[in-house]
């Protein structure tokens, strides 16, 4: 296991005892500073009361205790009350007393921080101002437990706050646009694992996803007339606010930008007309190799912003005003990255100012680019952030960077924090590219010491939308995201990926309850396969298969669609439905692990349930691949599934009557292992590492990293 900074736990002896007695472990993501287990429980019952000491005009810390109590009142079935009390007032028994001493709002370097013990008699929650009070608040609704009818909370002691300011969330709704009540179901969520910053990627090539109402034409012949108008920003704002969330805002420059120029040509360094969509390049395919698209998007001629031009910098001075007026965030992201100036060197009248201004390539001129982009967002009263391209070294500014780059090199994280720059971490944290949770959880660029990286701000978890959109993002962001706010929120400590996992699994049932659709909108493609029959057998065969991992899949997947009749047609393959991260999977493997340690009987057995039902379900499948042609693709992951499971059945029972496995039949089932490691619809099979240690006797450890190309 490698030591790596997450989280500073103190679980001391008797509360690892009281926690094995009660058999119920305390599942909380992301963990807390420092956890003292109590004795005993408190009971939410008729009589349970929330009970806030608060200024009366502090609108965050009311929104957040009537959450708070909405959750309680669903768990329990009543009406739960709350009771505005006084400070040194008598209180009510069996109540949670939240007191907040100061109003807040969302801000960085607000004071987040919080303490909450919880007895037999009742609970107590105290914060220095109302966003900690938030905070803590998330973590009591995520220690509620419910057995049948019965809902408690365990009695626990705890100290908390954040190592980072900055814990956030990208979406892109350019490339496909979300929808406002997603925007805010992933707030929901975020609220729940102490994010505190969503940054939306608003323009891209593929569309201008807000109003102007200064420059209308953006959204007009930008945007495919989906756009958030600026009543629904103005209401997401709000929302977020009171979740404790800041919304940043991005817009995209100099590259990444077609959809600017479909209203506004004049703009752009390259001759029209414009359209937004999807940028092709000339010469590939669906096959073609990472060598050969990396080429061709380091030559190609992609349209950029004109910097050249006074007028450029005129119509973003009255854009930028126009948005630093509709989101009071301190912070304007103006993206900064992939744009190779290729278009620029190809324009002789670019090229001939490069060298009258003694620009020697590209990048000076983006640089310059970059620096009046700056004056005119710092005109407007925010602090610029952009991607780590926009970074120049020895250039004075008071940006931010965010790191995102794979194999850098040099390293600008580093550059940009020697430099003294502020910087963000999202480099590990990319969601779009189908990697475990543990990978994110275990993700080495994050500082091995934080308090020594002053400059480090913070992170964010990333999702691009090239291969998602509304229908499925929620169960691509959630509950992954936990893992990485986690990473930003606890201190250093020993990662312990098993105990993750099961905590993050706890999350994923807590968000769906709460009504984000991370595991409704799997379900629903599910049935969506599935047709008029049952839908169990496609479950069981989706519940083990998991995306195929890194760009392989954005690259042919998304080259597939920019060639394809429609781009923006629906996702609708078991690729697009299937979980990155399936609670079967470590059902299954915590019962490998177990049985490979003590060979109990409970292990045993849950694995003869596993392998019995995927031996079977080939069969119960194959009516619905003569029915579907998506599911035909996986066709052979099913019979491949079952071929292994009846393999391993028949090991499990050698092994449990002392009888070694024969090096034939090792080899004979070594080979089924190879046969079904082939891709099929751009899935694979999740559960073949577990079934492999099975037959051969070690389990090891999930991977740390995958290639990602």
Known sequence: MRMLPVLTLILVACCSSSFAQADRPISLMPLPGHLTAGSGELTIGGKFRLELEADAKDPLAISAAHRALAALDKRTGRTLRLDRVKAGSSRAPQSLLVVVHAAAEMKMGVDESYSL????????????????????????????????KRVFVPA?????????AWRGLMIDVARHFIPVEVVKRNLDAMEMVKMNVLHL??????????????????????????????????????????????????FDMPGHSKSWFAGYPELSSSPGPFKPGITTYEGLTPTSTREEIQAAMDTAKVPAFDPTLETTYKFLNQFVGEMAGLFPSPYFHIGGDENNGAVWLANPAIAAYMHDHHFADPHALQAYFIARVEDIVEKHGKQMVAWEEAFTPGRSTNAVFEAWIPDAKPDLLTATMDSGNKVL????????????????????????????????LGGEAAMWTEMADGTNIEARIWPRAGAVAERLWSAPGTLDVADMYRRLFVLSAELDREGVKNLADYDAQVRRLAGASPADPVKTLLDVLAPIKGYKRLMAAGMKRALGADPNAPFHSVADAVLVDSAAKYEFRDAVASWLKTHDAASEQTLRTWLVLWSRNDALLEPYFAQSSELREVAGHSKQLAALADAALQALEQLHKGEALSASQLAADDALLKAAQAVEGETEIAVLPEIEALLHGTLPPEPSEYAIF
Do not use: C, W
Request: overall charge negative; charged content about 25%.
């Open 117 to 148: 013990t919880v007895t037999r008699d009742g609970a107590r929650l105290e914060a220095a101002t109302s966003v900690g009070a938030l905070r803590g608040l998330a973590t009591f609704r995520q220690l509620i437990q419910q057995d049948g």
């Open 201 to 250: 990627h608003l323009s891209d090539n593929e569309g201008f996803r807000i109003e102007s109402k200064v420059l209308p034409k953006l959204q007009e012949d930008g945007s495919d007339g989906k756009y958030f108008t600026q009543a629904e920003i103005r209401d997401l704002v709000s929302y977020a606010g009171e979740r404790g969330i800041m919304v940043v805002p991005e």
């Open 156 to 164: 626990v002691t705890i100290e908390d706050a954040p190592l980072y």
């Open 425 to 456: 971490l999202a480099r590990g944290f990319y969601l779009d590219i189908f990697l475990p949770a543990g990978v994110h959880y275990l993700n080495d660029a994050v500082p091995a010491d934080a308090a020594t990286n002053k400059n480090l």
